[in-house]
């Protein structure tokens, strides 16, 4: 058994601050997406996600790689390791939380420990781009 999840994620930031998300039945807030499909390259998976968790459509034309974080696994007792390839995107529609997806918020620097240990270091992503001040 592989110790490290991997996962996709969608860093999407406005006025200075990057939109998280919670689960329903979790602690701490998460960035949207989750684990491929069989056979999904990074772009479908991160699509499919957000289309599912906030009824958005993300646009491939701006589709770009962000940088891959690996942190320790929070709330995933059959992991050790997150493993977090982070990707921006331009998107259409309304973020609106659907399916398992109970909140959202957008957070900043200040607000890091409201974040799990790899949507932390999605942020200190996010930051390094100019995406978070």
């Not at 969608?10 to 960035?31: F, K, N, Q």
């Not at 799990?116 to 999605?122: C, I």
């Amino acid at each position: 058994m592989s110790t490290d999840l991997d996962v996709v994620a969608w860093v999407h930031a406005r006025d200075g601050r990057m939109l998280a998300v919670r689960s329903r039945g979790r602690d701490l807030l998460y960035l949207p997406g989750g684990k491929r499909e069989p056979g999904e390259d990074d772009w479908t998976a991160v699509s499919r996600e957000v289309r599912e968790e906030l009824a958005v459509e993300l646009d491939a034309g701006s589709f770009r790689a962000l940088g891959v974080v690996r942190a320790a696994a929070h709330d995933q007792p059959a992991f050790s390791h997150v493993r977090m390839a982070c990707f921006t995107s331009g998107f259409t529609g309304d973020i609106t939380p659907t399916g398992e997806v109970s909140e959202l918020r957008y957070v900043d620097r200040a607000e890091r420990d409201l974040l799990a240990p790899a949507s932390q270091a999605a942020l200190d992503l996010a930051i390094e781009h100019g995406l978070v001040p």
